[in-house]
Nanobody
Framework: QVQLVESGAGLVKPGGSLKLSCSVS????????ISWSSQAPEKEREFILC????????HPWYKSAVKGRFTVSRDNGQIYLRKNDLTPDDTAIYYC??????????????????????WGRGTQVTVSS
């Protein structure tokens, strides 16, 4: 069974940075498109970015509003989300999600939640002094 686990961050001071990781058990992330989303308090979950399967080029795709502020990378079988200059508005639960390996996305990794089949439980990031 595929299980995703997010880790990292916690309490961060304003101006600090975050590095979140997404790992998987029961599968390999290289064969999957992976997305990161966030859910701020009392708000709906929002897509941040995704990264294509390695076989499809491994390209990242960013929500236009976050381009240049978040980065995503694959390393050592994990997916990393990074952001600098955090503000209290970045306080949220951050989720990674994965699709099925056999799915082909003609337009690149899905930029919507329903494009993913597996979700982690999320990791809390709180930006506060």
């Amino acid at each position: 069974q595929v299980q995703l686990v997010e880790s990292g961050a916690g309490l961060v001071k304003p101006g600090g940075s975050l590095k979140l990781s997404c790992s998987v058990s029961g599968s390999t992330l290289a064969a999957r498109a992976i997305s990161w989303s966030s859910q701020a308090p009392e708000k709906e979950r929002e897509f941040i970015l995704c990264i294509d399967k390695v076989r499809d080029g491994g390209h990242p795709w960013y929500k236009s509003a976050v381009k240049g502020r978040f980065t995503v990378s694959r390393d050592n079988g994990q997916i990393y989300l990074r952001k600098n200059d955090l503000t209290p508005d970045d306080t949220a639960i951050y989720y990674c999600a994965a699709d099925n390996p056999e799915t082909y996305h003609v337009n690149g990794c899905p930029t919507y939640g329903s494009g993913y089949h597996y979700w982690g439980r999320g990791t809390q990031v709180t930006v506060s002094s």
